[in-house]
């Protein structure tokens, strides 16, 4: 079964808006868990590591007052794209790792007007 | 950049016929995984070999890895219709960050 999920799986919002992601651990408990991004045919990029009761570290180029992310418990961390524009306009997939594997979510296809 | 290298970027194959694809990374790597992505969906983990094997199956799939290369290929055996897909390596680092390539758009022909 679904180790990890992500809710909404899809979205679709007006230009401006703000829209929550949200990726829950369902079998462990993650203090670390990672945000990609992914457009069209194009392959997924670390966004950032979210790490639970701290700030989550940003890959180079992902503005961290864009894409917030909160990791308030063990198994719950969430991604706000604030401000969306069309240019965020993608696919975003979260992951836990558990020993050597890594668990991805389902994936949020967020689409902005 | 984050990413490693995999080629071909796209491959149209007859149903029936083996596929191989190829990644290459960077830098020092406890292990290297493969996986699928059905167009517009999810992750499937196919493999995973670690840094100090060599090859390794699973079903149709055979994984290499050369770390003096910095290399690792995937071979689909007997390949058919459902192996439609995006195939994706992903390295994984002592930071244990997952970072992967810009895959390979798997066709396989009827």
């Known amino acids: 079964g679904a180790v990890v999920s992500q809710h909404p799986s899809w979205v679709i919002c007006k230009s401006g808006t703000s829209v929550k992601i949200e990726c829950r651990s369902l079998?462990?408990?993650?203090?670390?868990m990672f945000w990609y991004r992914q457009f069209p045919k194009q392959s997924l990029m670390l966004m950032a590591t979210s790490n639970e009761g701290s700030k989550a570290t940003y890959e180079q180029g992902v503005e961290k007052d864009k894409f917030l992310i909160n990791h308030a418990s063990l198994t719950l961390s969430t991604l706000t794209v604030t401000s969306a524009h069309p240019e965020d306009s993608s696919f975003y997939i979260c992951?836990?790792?558990?020993?050597?594997?890594?668990?991805f979510g389902p994936g949020t296809r967020l689409t902005v007007l | 950049s984050q990413q490693g290298e995999e080629d071909p970027q796209a491959l149209s194959i007859q149903e029936g016929e083996n596929a191989t694809m190829n990644c290459s990374y960077k830098t020092s790597i406890n292990n290297l995984q493969w996986y699928r992505q059905n167009s517009g969906r999810g992750l499937v983990h196919l493999i995973l070999?670690?840094?100090?094997?060599r090859e390794k199956h699973s079903g149709r799939l055979r994984v290499t890895l050369d770390t003096s290369k910095k290399s690792s290929s995937l071979l689909i055996t007997a390949s058919r219709a459902a192996d439609t897909a995006s195939y994706f390596c992903a390295t994984d680092y002592r930071d244990d960050k997952i970072i992967f390539g810009k895959g390979t758009r798997l066709h396989i022909l009827p």
């Open positions: 070999i670690r840094s100090n094997e």
């Open positions: 079998d462990f408990q993650a203090t670390t």
């Open positions: 992951s836990e790792r558990v020993a050597d594997t890594q668990y």
